[in-house]
């Protein structure tokens, strides 16, 4: 007869982990945290906790360990207009190095080529491949723009099509306008040598929208997010004709005096 506790040890157990389950889970969600600030910008932990559906503490650690890994860094979170009590919250903005990870092993050919391109034709010919490289962007853009949908901004529909492009791409409003921010730079690496490439595509975002627009910051620069402002369109002018000014007393006639007929006295 068998014992109960030889029938027992039969009984499977809770499945244990392997040891490197742990570690694999950990790193799938630091993935996911870096991908959030990727594609959303400087965050917060709270804001990152909230899109991932997990605890502020648990973001917190995730956020050192990258932070010593050196991929992210913090600052103070900037404060538009009036600023409250208390120190501002920090945001977490990808490093580099974090952004390394994203770009493509082929940075390091295109700032040779383009080095050799200038020294050997002139820092001309740099601006003209840039010029070429946004060309047939610019032309797809503006059949898309064509076609967006009449509830969309020019901006939204910009923004729409950058993210198409892997730009990661998103806009918000400003007092005097709306601001298209970039989250993602595919050739940052490559700006931060050549800011041809930024000027090139700041031209066709003017042209694109008919306004003149101004970059307020870039990644290649060192900031989080590239951002563009995008002004207001300046409104028609008003087709009320401005009121003439009064006429002057002296030369105001008097509608209920009579004038002599010439060559008569009063």
Same mark, same amino acid.
């Given at each position: 007869?068998?014992?109960?506790?030889?029938?027992?040890?039969?009984?499977?157990?809770?499945?244990?982990?392997?040891?490197?389950?742990?570690?694999?889970?950990?790193?799938?969600?630091?993935?996911?945290?870096?991908?959030?600030?990727?594609?959303?910008?400087?965050?917060?932990?709270?804001?990152?906790?909230?899109?991932?559906?997990?605890?502020?503490?648990?973001?917190?650690?995730?956020?050192?360990?990258?932070?010593?890994?050196?991929?992210?860094?913090?600052?103070?979170?900037?404060?538009?207009?009036?600023?409250?009590?208390?120190?501002?919250?920090?945001?977490?903005?990808?490093?580099? +190095?974090?952004? @390394?990870?994203?770009?493509?092993? =082929?940075?390091?050919?295109?700032?040779? *080529?383009?080095?050799? &391109? #200038?020294? %050997?034709?002139?820092?001309?010919?740099?601006?003209?491949?840039?010029? +070429?490289?946004? @060309?047939?962007?610019?032309?797809? =853009?503006?059949?898309?723009?064509?076609? *967006?949908?009449?509830? &969309? #901004?020019? %901006?939204?529909?910009?923004?729409?099509?950058?993210?198409?492009?892997?730009?990661?791409?998103?806009?918000?409003?400003?007092?005097?306008?709306?601001?298209?921010?970039?989250?993602?730079?595919?050739?940052?690496?490559?700006?931060?040598?050549?800011?041809?490439?930024?000027?090139?595509?700041?031209?066709?975002?003017?042209?694109?929208?008919?306004?003149?627009?101004?970059?307020?910051?870039?990644?290649?620069?060192?900031?989080?997010?590239?951002?563009?402002?995008?002004?207001?369109?300046?409104?028609?002018?008003?087709?009320?004709?401005?009121?003439?000014?009064?006429?002057?007393?002296?030369?105001?006639?008097?509608?209920?005096?009579?004038?002599?007929?010439?060559?008569?006295?009063?």
């Amino acid at each position: 007869m068998k014992t109960s506790q030889s029938a027992a040890s039969r009984v499977p157990g809770p499945t244990v982990p392997g040891p490197h389950a742990a570690t694999d889970n950990d790193a799938s969600t630091r993935q996911r945290v870096a991908n959030s600030i990727l594609q959303h910008g400087p965050s917060t932990a709270a804001e990152l906790a909230e899109r991932l559906g997990l605890t502020a503490a648990g973001i917190r650690r995730h956020l050192d360990v990258l932070g010593a890994r050196g991929a992210v860094q913090a600052r103070e979170q900037r404060v538009y207009g009036s600023r409250g009590r208390g120190r501002p919250a920090k945001v977490f903005l990808l490093t580099d +190095s974090g952004r @390394a990870e994203f770009y493509s092993s =082929y940075d390091d050919l295109a700032i040779k *080529a383009l080095t050799f &391109l #200038s020294e %050997a034709v002139g820092p001309d010919a740099v601006v003209k491949f840039a010029e +070429s490289r946004v @060309a047939d962007a610019e032309t797809r =853009y503006r059949e898309m723009m064509d076609q *967006a949908d009449p509830a &969309l #901004s020019p %901006a939204q529909t910009l923004a729409a099509a950058l993210s198409g492009d892997g730009y990661v791409a998103s806009t918000r409003p400003s007092a005097v306008g709306e601001q298209l921010c970039q989250h993602h730079c595919p050739v940052a690496h490559v700006a931060e040598k050549f800011p041809q490439l930024c000027e090139a595509e700041t031209d066709v975002f003017s042209r694109l929208l008919g306004v003149h627009v101004q970059r307020l910051a870039t990644i290649a620069h060192g900031d989080g997010v590239c951002t563009t402002h995008i002004p207001h369109t300046a409104a028609p002018p008003s087709s009320t004709a401005a009121p003439s000014p009064p006429l002057s007393s002296t030369a105001a006639p008097n509608a209920n005096t009579e004038t002599p007929p010439p060559g008569k006295a009063n």
